[in-house]
């Protein structure tokens, strides 16, 4: 069965870190990514990593800020975030992808169940 697992998120005050992370089981994956949805808006694509983490994608809004990385022994992805603005709350998404494509592709297979991300003024 596969599973994407994430967690780390919670309430933090403007200019903190959170790292989240993404435990990936029940098959391998080409590709991982993040998302994120916040309240009335649609989901916001924010980056992605090949299946070892050498390769990583940002869209701009993010580059500076998030970065993502991952652990292959521990089979985990993560996203790490600083410098955070009220404007990052939502709930992040960890998505997984089984097919080949483009790092920069939006289209995964696989998601989390997301984790609330909320950031104090």
Wanted: some cysteine.
């Amino acid at each position: 069965q596969v599973q994407l697992v994430e967690s780390g998120g919670g309430l933090v005050q403007a200019g903190g870190s959170l790292r989240l992370s993404c435990a990936a089981s029940g098959r391998a994956f080409r590709r991982y990514g993040w998302f994120r949805q916040a309240p009335g808006k649609e989901r916001e694509f924010l980056g992605a990593c090949d299946w070892s983490g050498g390769r990583t994608y940002y869209v701009d809004s993010m580059k500076g800020r998030f970065s993502i990385s991952r652990d292959n022994a521990k089979n985990t992805v993560y996203l790490q975030m600083n410098s955070l603005k009220p404007e990052d709350t939502a709930v992040y998404y960890c998505a997984a992808d089984s097919f080949y494509r483009s790092i920069a592709d939006h289209g995964f297979d696989y998601w989390g169940q997301g984790t609330q991300v909320t950031v104090s003024s």
